[in-house]
């Protein structure tokens, strides 16, 4: 058996480019005729050409108060009248609410309910908007879902508990509630961890002008649902924006938390803030927030069965989807920017996979029962990857022999991944969700692409191996899979999964670009090929490399990566 030449090793793989350098800003011309300026040296070509005189004499103008859009708000609640066309509280409150008995503590008992990568990137800087245009910014963003599950007109707030909140009753109907209603259209059919009522009720409650905990939960979900799927009508650039605003309110009030005891508040703020962070491209915040959920629900004991044994039925519900989405985010996580996995197979996590009475006693819309079982079949697929994959992975076993990864085990996850995908009937798959199904099936071809760059990267593959997938060109299976998976699915269900689907077609791309170098004329060619190998793999990595280009209209960091290295 021939062995293959030497892949480069994982952490290359999914390397992130090198930061651009930034240009010299524009000549006065330049500016004012609104065209591309080269800004080298003096006078720039575009001036050259028209034979202008060339200067830099304007001075760049600030634009904006001081600080974030958002603390312009907090200042407008405490020190002042509220900004034209902003609904300010009203002056006679009615009766503060309560909460339902049994869906949440109060806020007098701290939150007492047992309860998206340090920080070596700072938050970018926030831009800023003029005093005299908060109003109109926040109530210009458009969002594709309508406010229909809270009354039109909430009443107003009772006196705030918390002064350091008071600002928040500003922009519950401009901000919250509208990246509420657009987290739970576009985002809650892929993480269905809350229930819509659970949120509605603590925010018709004012909970989130009471407790700081809910109020950053909020706050994150809201920044979550900025930089997660956006529409063709939509301005990226100005919901980033405001998103990066939200994510900095979010840490300052997740600051104001006075008890210290891990609560599922925290573990949901987290999560979401992960999420956030991650669209924005702050990878080691995000990975820092992620960690901070995975020890929360560890310390809480998510994992263990006995933890639920004295719990509610319908908080025993939103406990075990939370630990699905846990577990399959670190699994897909530690794969991608090779980190170590909290929630391994050896903790004993797999009875969380089976059939449990109580999985469906929080679940009464028939969609959220689809987003579930569609969480619950992506947990099934992810369990195939442990921590022994996750070592071999990190490179933790490239010093000696490796005694985990061996050819019959690669052989045996390569087909039970593909009998994972087969053991799905058509009646199973309509009860999910199109985004819920892309989400699946892109993953399991993710997943088998990573396996066989283990493969490569541990001399088990050669050309003339005895099984399909110990071979170089079974890399060109999966891209073709891949492909198949991608036309099945609408565009929008496919962005409903977030960047994370441009980033696992992103390696899978990687993966042909590095089979094309070692095929050839004379390489083995399978029964499924429909050309020889080398012309397969170019046509495949030009399909690819079209879709990548087309998610999100490009508007992502994977595309740039590919295009240089081809």
Known sequence: ??????????????????????????????????????????????????????????????KGPKGTVLESLRKAATDGPVQAGVVAPAPAPPAQQSMPEGTRATAADCFS????????????????????????FFMGLPSSAQISNHPPNLPAPPPSRNPSLAWLSIVTKTVLLPQIDTFYSRLHPILPILPRHYIQSGIDAHIHLQDPSFAALLLAMSAMALVGPVAANEREDDRQELALSIIEETMRVKGMVTHHSPTMEGIWTNFMLFGALFNTGQHDAAWCRLRESLTLAETLELHKQTTYDSLPIDECSRRIRTLWVLMVTERAYAMQRNHSIIFTASTGIGWALGDLPWLQADVTDPKDLSAMLGLRCLAHLYYFIDEDIISCWNGKCLEGVCETLDAPQVVALQRGLGAWAQGFTEESMAQLSEANRADLLISQQWLRNRIWQLTVSHCLSGDNASEPELRPAFSLKIAEDTIKVCKMFSPAALEANGVGVAHKLHDIILSIIYSNRILDDHSHSEPWMTSPPLVLGHHLRAELTTLLR????GRHPFLKPVLEML
């Open 550 to 553: 087309n998610f999100r209209g």
């Open 1 to 62: 058996m021939s062995a293959s030449p030497p892949i480069p090793p994982p952490a290359a793989i999914g390397a992130p480019a090198a930061p651009r350098t930034l240009k010299a800003r524009a000549c006065d011309q330049c500016h004012a005729r609104r065209i591309k300026c080269s800004g080298e040296g003096v006078p720039c070509l575009s001036c050259a050409r028209a034979e202008l005189s060339c200067t830099f004499n304007k001075q760049p103008r600030k």
């Open 113 to 136: 309910l047992n309860t998206y990568l340090g920080l070596s990137i700072s938050p970018q800087s926030m831009v800023e908007t003029p005093q005299n245009s908060l109003s109109s």
